[in-house]
């Protein structure tokens, strides 16, 4: 079983930076791949971006990529989302999720854990 727990979320004008984290439970963090999703009002969860179990790999999705950095700590069980050049279309509720295995994926069925979210509001 895996808790993860998101913050670092707020309210940030368009152009500025967050960085959100996601704190795992457990001894086992290292065995997960981990995801970053989002969603906005009456839209449905869409993939941000992920991360290997080791950290070596990530990838994004397209409407985030340049902007948007994942890393991990796998001593402090620990995923962050370094979050660069906001825009208003941004904001969202984060999500972090867990997936046994190597890889991430960008389908959200694939993912066995997640977070409750955290709030990102960015202003125009």
């Known amino acids: 079983q895996v808790q993860l727990v998101e913050s670092g979320g707020g309210l940030v004008q368009a152009g500025g930076s967050l960085r959100l984290s996601c704190a795992a439970s457990g001894r086992t963090f290292s065995t997960y791949a981990m995801g970053w999703f989002r969603q906005a009002p009456g839209k449905e969860r869409e993939f941000v971006g992920a991360i290997s179990r080791g950290g070596v790999s990530t990838y994004y999705a397209d409407s985030v990529k340049g902007r948007f950095t994942i890393s991990r700590d796998n001593v402090k069980n620990k995923m962050y989302l370094q979050m660069n050049s906001l825009k208003p279309e941004d904001t969202a509720v984060y999500f972090c999720?867990?997936?046994?295995?190597?890889?991430?994926?960008?389908?959200?069925?694939?993912?066995?854990?997640w977070g409750q979210g955290t709030q990102v509001t960015v202003s125009s």
């Open positions: 999720a867990a997936l046994k295995g190597d890889w991430g994926t960008r389908d959200t069925s694939g993912y066995d854990y």
